[in-house]
């Protein structure tokens, strides 16, 4: 049986990480585009992309576009592994709810 | 580590929405762009044709077309930044395929039809091209193509009851409406 992952669990990092599991697999998004989808701040954001760099459920990949920086974040397959397995053991606590 | 039902149901929510939340705006991001350029060319393109006669018409049209095709390539460029992808995806080339074999069909109906003016020609290219908005809408996201359903409408409005102003109409009702939905997509949606 599926169990609940603490890391993804967190509301910030369970919506960064639905937004990275929606993309196709390898695609990368903007750093500035997932903070102006989610709302939230340049720090609160880094700082959560950092626990999940950490627990290897993404990739950070800062490149020069036109001798700019950009950062691009992309879900592992790892990371979409655990996010699958978190949503089923979501859905088991919920079916338990309405069963 | 334990929660409760409740906490797990919005849990669940929270997915949906910033999963909906993240097609939509992928879906939409290039849709805006679309629609402000091509909104300013069938704006201008359609009041000289009202307006004016002979070859200034055709030279502002293309003009117009040039203009709007050489500022769609960096806007889209930077769109394009905003998820990079390692390859063409099987659904961007099968949706490349489609609008490329879209204008074939459209070319081919245009020249056995024989249009018998302007405004049938118009007619033709507005009915294809939204055509190929609402098919893609179908196969991808309707959310972000939605507005191919009223531009058809208001241009068949134009052309069975208002023919006397059909390009006035064009031009300001559906290229102005172009414009607008394009500006309220991208700044409000």
Redesign the interface.
Known sequence: MA??N?TI?Q?VR??IM??L????T?????FK?LRH??GVTDGNLGAHLRKLEEAGYIIVNKVF?ERKP?T?ISATAAGRTAFQEH?TA??S??K???G | MNISPTEAEESLAAIQSVTQKTRRSIANSGAYIFLIITGSVWLVGFLATQFLSGPIVAYLWIGASVLGSALSIPLGTRQARRVRSPSLSPTAQRAITFWLLLILYGIAAIAVAKPDDGKQVTMFIVLFLMLGQLSMGMLLSFSATWWALPITVLALVGYFLLPGIFYLWMGILVGGGMIILGMYIHFRW
């Open positions: 169990e609940l603490e669990h509301p369970l919506r639905a937004a599991i929606t993309l196709d390898g695609d990368e998004v903007d585009y989808l989610l576009v950009h691009y949503i979501l859905e606590i919920f338990n709810k309405v």
